[in-house]
Nanobody, 122 residues
């Protein structure tokens, strides 16, 4: 099983940028699909972006053009570059990994990090 640790969260003003990182350890030689999810206060967990083992990426409509997911398998790390941040992007951001599939459904992911908080003020 792979272990995941997120970092890079923080507080920024609207229009600012942050880069989140997700470091993987343990069984990292598998062909994992990696994804970012987020959960705002009182909201359900929401898919943000995913990148498969061929580095093919997909982004949710709400972040398309502002966020970019990427992975560096040599460093066992995935990233989420977030630009033009909005107050509605405020949430706990989680990275997740799946060996079996590559979807937007949280239940399809077996490995999760502990989360990193992103707060965007207006």
């Amino acid at each position: 099983q792979v272990q995941l640790v997120e970092s890079g969260g923080g507080s920024v003003q609207a229009g600012g940028s942050l880069r989140l990182s997700c470091a993987a350890s343990g069984y990292t030689s598998g062909r994992y699909c990696m994804a970012w999810f987020r959960q705002g206060p009182g909201k359900e967990r929401e898919w943000v972006a995913r990148v498969d083992f061929n580095s093919l990426s997909t982004h949710a409509e709400s972040v398309k053009g502002r966020f970019t997911i990427s992975r560096d398998d040599g460093k066992n790390t995935m990233y989420l570059q977030m630009n033009s941040l909005k107050p509605e992007d405020t949430a706990m951001y989680y990275c997740a990994a799946s060996l079996l599939t590559c979807t937007a459904r949280p239940n399809d992911y077996s490995a999760w990090g502990q989360g990193t908080q992103v707060t965007v003020s207006s």
